[in-house]
Structures are given as C-alpha cells and as structure tokens.
C-alpha cells in the first residue's frame, strides 16, 4: 500500500513539475507575449497527456484497470489542486486573479488532456492486446487448450 501511495506521489510531483516548468518559461522568456505563452501552454497539456498515455500503457499490463484508473485520478486530482492553486503563486500571481472564467477552464483543459492521455494509452494497450484483460483471457484459452479431451462413454 505504501508503494501505491509513493507511485501516486510521484507521478503527482511530475505532472505539477511540467506545469511549473511551462509557467517558469511563460514568466521569463515570454512575459509579455499572450499567443507564444498560448503555445507553450497547449505544449503543457501535452506533454501531460503523454506522460498520462505513457504511464496508462504501462500499468495496464500489470494490473486491473480499477486499480490502475483510481491511482491515476489520485494523482491527476492532486496534481491539479497544486496546478491551480499553487502553481500561480510560484511566479507570483493569485489563483483566482483571472476570474473565475479562467480558474474554471484551467480545470477543464487539465482534465481534458489528462482523460486524453489516459485514453489514448489505454486504447492502444488494448488495440495491442496487452492489457491485463486480454492477457487473462489468452492463459485463460491456452490452459483449456492444454487440456486433452474428455471423451463420454455410453
């Protein structure tokens, strides 16, 4: 169980890393330039996403997608509370500066590529046949194979 929560701490700690990496380079290297710090954003919810994508395929190999998913919005809700509430604070702005019109579609886009990510992970895991599940049911047929006939006699 401990090891679950340090997984989920972990991949927290990097999902709100990129975030604070993605506004260090908005506030120093483009302070004043709104469609560049756009760019560099949308490159932030990507990456997330890949990171998601990439943390979905390699879990669902090795586990049930219940115990997988749940550890995966653990860390996407911490990271997210941290991404919004904290994040502005690093470089000095309030959270709620924007208004809530800003606050709101924060948590919309996070959540959007972080659901992406995970799907899009998920999908070509079991597009691949690696998944947890189908590799169940592959031992599943290859033990009923293995097995001789039983042969009925009257």
Same mark, same amino acid.
Request: without cysteine; charged residues 15%.
């Given at each position: ?8 701490? =972990?991949?927290a700690a990097?999902l ?5 990496a993605?506004?260090l380079v908005?506030?120093f290297?483009?302070?004043?330039d709104d469609p560049?710090a756009?760019?560099v954003?949308?490159?932030?919810f ?5 990171i ?5 395929f390699r879990?669902?190999?090795t586990?049930?997608? =219940?115990?997988?998913s749940t550890d995966?919005? =653990?860390a996407v809700?911490?990271?997210?509370a ?17 208004g809530a019109?800003l606050f709101?579609?924060q948590?919309?886009l ?16 079991t597009a691949?046949?690696?998944?947890y ?5 592959k031992?599943y047929a290859e033990?009923k194979a293995?097995?001789?006939r039983?042969?009925v006699r009257r």
């Open positions: 169980m401990r090891d679950r929560w340090r997984v989920i701490g =972990a991949l990097a709100f890393a990129v975030n604070v993605a506004r908005i506030k290297a483009f302070p004043d560049t756009d760019r954003s949308l490159v932030m990507l990456v997330i996403g890949l998601l994508a990439g943390v979905a879990r669902g190999t586990r049930p997608l =219940a115990e997988w995966l919005a =653990a809700g911490v990271a997210l941290l991404t919004v509430l904290v994040g502005p604070l690093l470089v000095g702005d309030n959270p709620f500066g924007g019109g709101f579609a948590i919309w996070y959540l959007a590529a972080a659901l992406a990510g995970v799907a899009i992970g998920y999908l070509l895991l691949l046949g690696r998944d599940r189908s590799q169940q049911l031992r033990i293995a097995k001789p039983r042969v």
